[in-house]
Nanobody, 114 residues
C-alpha cells in the first residue's frame, strides 16, 4: 500500500513559478511509474508529466515550462512549474502505479491569477 501526499500548491501570478512535491509512504516510489495529472473545473483529468521506463513525457501545453524529477533519497517526486498561465489553474494529483497497483493522492490546488 502506498500513500501519496501532494504539497506546494497555492496562488501565483501569471508568469510565476511553483514547485509541487509528492511524498510517498508505505513503499519506495522508485519501484513505481509516477505521473502528475491535473483537473481544472469542469474538465477531465489530464496527464501533465510522467516518467517512462527511460525518459520523461509532458503534455504539449506544458512542454518547456514544467519539469518532473525524482528524489529517491527523500522518496518524493517533484513538479517544477515555471511561466505559469491562468489555464494552468487546476487541482494537481500525483499518481503511482505498477500492475496491478494504482494509487492517487488527494491533490493540491494551483491557482494562477492576477
Amino acid at each position: 500500500q502506498v500513500q501519496l501526499v501532494e504539497s506546494g500548491g497555492g496562488l501565483v501570478q501569471p508568469g510565476g513559478s511553483l514547485r509541487l512535491s509528492c511524498a510517498a509512504s508505505g513503499s519506495m516510489l522508485s519501484s513505481y511509474a509516477i505521473d502528475w495529472y491535473r483537473q481544472a473545473p469542469g474538465k477531465q483529468r489530464e496527464l501533465v508529466a510522467g516518467f517512462t521506463h527511460d525518459s520523461t513525457i509532458y503534455a504539449n501545453s506544458v512542454k518547456g515550462r514544467f519539469t518532473i524529477s525524482r528524489d529517491n533519497a527523500k522518496n518524493t517526486v517533484n513538479l517544477q512549474m515555471n511561466s505559469l498561465k491562468p489555464e494552468d489553474t487546476a487541482v494537481y494529483y500525483c499518481h503511482a502505479f505498477r500492475v496491478p497497483e494504482n494509487y492517487w493522492g488527494k491533490g493540491t490546488l494551483v491557482t494562477v491569477s492576477s
